[in-house]
């Protein structure tokens, strides 16, 4: 039987020094900046393609509607419209992807140094129903 490949250290494991935690954490915003690098290009691409806005104007819709600011140009076409709605469904996805991707590490590291296990039945004074 192959030993499956862990992203993060077990619970029996001492926990990861900080410089290799920072390591982790730059990875991580790495791929944050990807998530944000390639929903901006997609925005930017739709907006300027679909929706026939100059590059720099889409570049900014794009920004403000993954930032959740909301839209700056008035959109008359029905394809650009559907595509605004589209991409502004899609900019939520991908805040919270990216939001998880940056908070794993660090909600991984908290859980670890306080052992937290769901198997575990709770211990100490809690009452017991």
Do not use: C
């Not at 499956?4 to 900046?33: D, G, T």
């Not at 559907?82 to 900019?91: D, E, Q």
């Not at 939001?99 to 670890?112: I, T, Y």
């Amino acid at each position: 039987m192959t030993r499956r490949a862990r992203v993060y250290e077990h619970r029996s494991e001492p926990l990861l020094s900080q410089r290799l935690f920072v390591r982790r954490l730059l990875r991580h915003a790495v791929i944050a900046v990807g998530i944000i690098g390639a929903s901006l290009a997609i925005g930017v691409a739709g907006y300027h393609w679909i929706a026939a806005l100059p590059w720099l104007d889409a570049l900014l819709n794009a920004a403000m509607i993954l930032t959740g600011m909301g839209p700056v140009d008035h959109l008359t076409t029905p394809a650009a419209k559907l595509f605004a709605s589209a991409y502004a469904l899609f900019s939520g996805v991908a805040f919270v992807g990216m939001s998880a991707v940056l908070l794993a590490p660090a909600v991984h590291r908290l859980f670890h140094a306080l052992h937290v296990d769901e198997d575990e039945p709770p211990t100490g004074n809690a009452r017991r129903r």
